[in-house]
DNA sequence: GCGGGTTTTGCATGCGCATGCAATAAAAAA
DNA sequence: TTTTTTATTGCATGCGCATGCAAAACCCGC
């Protein structure tokens, strides 16, 4: 009835907002907003007074309301398919790493499909994000259009696209396995295999175009292709294909390091071949245990710190020019010759 | 100088809105935010209407401003230390997963700083997350207030904390080590070791007491501890330091299964040993790898999606009761059998 | 101490959506 | 058909912040 039961009812702490600190610094909420504005016109005494104010107040900037204003989110999509895939965490990793440093933050979209198109991504646009950045997994027509009708740019990490407006960076995947080819040829191995990642995987079948195209020229014709689904087991399980076929393979190139871990344990464990001597294994991606002693594995490396600064580029571009046609850049690896080659 | 010119005067896409559709539908905008919010009052046949328009506008709901206006973000912010490591990686993908189903996504913040405050965390605030969940990480009490004061909840997976109103779920470590324990006495082991995680990890801690204090019941008192700082090369160290020990252990318990595996490379590849004859070893987390063929390691298991699961419980607690006290949740695991102990 | 120039400030408004309330249309009851 | 009840709608406003514009405060040199 009274008054007081007005203002007492419910005592809901709501964050404190700009009026608040602008009331308590005695300036107007616009002063406040750019007291927290980098560059505004604002005098360095009256900066500090509501500095002070807000402090004060615990006062934290809603970014939200930010966003709605500025029409810029500073949160950046990961769409990424098995984050369990070292390699890809590390990538992960990375984005986020270094989107940090620009205030910018990873809005996470997970999926267990492999090469698929996660319909959830839409989500994306309506978080506002400014970009999307795809790793493992590839973005369908459908949702390209969506994104370019939105004027958000997409990134594929690691994976090959032939839609117009979606930008791309990749390992150098051809070259990956011309240069396996090669090393196993200066080490003079005979019998060749692939393990393969998935059938449709872009990047994949580049590496092994540029094996079997390089040992092609070497007369070699015979290569045994096995696909290991880019797993260990789905690896191993291609290993004992190998190891039990009328031929196999003294050289064994693998599409990633995690299949080669999978190839080098079947070997070693159940047909008790000795590596480098019996037969050599070359991987793809150099992931932190590839160096481990275990493994000690001879590969081509995959940078994710430069993949990831080398997408976040990219993503600043189309972002600062919506019109510009997809990026599309290589990023340089190279061979780290380990224990699982011959000297 | 004509309307014309007003018109055509840089024609920058903007993404439809509501009002937009509510044009195009010849309906108002509020009843286009009620199409779209679920149990809000209206006719079927309006809302089809709308719907209509909206796909035919490729509308997508901006949820920041949704986000403004309901005070609910359906962000839950996520720390993480370490990605790269499996066991954390599968962790953040059951979140991801788990979240989704309510429509929530997942706000990243990685770290590569172990069981230390990311002073970066404050921005979840800023982005007006529902909740925090850290991962191998812990809260300092400033964050935790500066929470609790913005009745944001946090949840601690895996590690233990004294704070106040932080949350925490956590495997059964102390029955951890205790299992490990009594399984390695059954198989008559003598000589018994543990590769802790970290010094100032609580969760290594509780799984050595266990470890130890069975043992001691048994009149085992001289167990050898080291510090494999829950890495591979930290644990294949530990295990050289081990081996090489006047009293080299026959029973390794270690407090990670990453570490196991570190610790079973140097036993087989550098002091040939035979496991789980010569030496049997016990992890802890039961991560994917553990049942691979090269790995077969006996391990008690940790479960991430449980954990998952249980943490966004508790944060749905937390959020329709702020004023609730910190929740306190241990997920059961079990001892999963395979070849790294003996039979 | 004054005019013109330069900062610094506040005002007003909009970003896209949700929601209490009043107005209206539809349905049910009389 | 008229009245009452109920289901739908639109209006108006606010969520917290940024920003163009005009007013105010400050600066300088003469």
Redesign the interface.
Known sequence: MNKKKTTNKRKI?R?PTESDVARLAGVSQSAVSRAFTKGASIAKATREKIIAAAREL?Y??????R??ATRR?N?IA?AIA???N?FY??V??QL??QL?ETGR??????S?IYDETDP?L??A????ADALIMTATKASEQLAD?FK???VPIVQINRESKIAGVSTVWGENYRAGKVAASHFLKKNHKNFAFVAGTKISSTSHMRQQGYIETLAKNNIKNVQIVYGEYS??GA?NAARKLFNSKNPPDAIFCASDYMA??VL??AR??FALKIPIDVAIIGVDDV??AS???YDLTTFSQPAAALAKEAISIVDKMIANPNRRAIRTEVAGELIIRGSTRR
Do not use: C, D, W
């Open positions: 702490r964050a615990g934290h900037p809603n970014l939200l309301a966003s709605l989110s949160i990961l098995n984050l369990e070292p965490a590390q992960a990793q986020s790493a940090r933050h990873i809005l996470l979209f997970t267990s959830m839409e989500r646009l309506s978080y506002q969506q009708k939105a004027g260990f087991e191993a871990f999978g344990e079947v464990r159940e932190p245990e481990h002693s275990a």
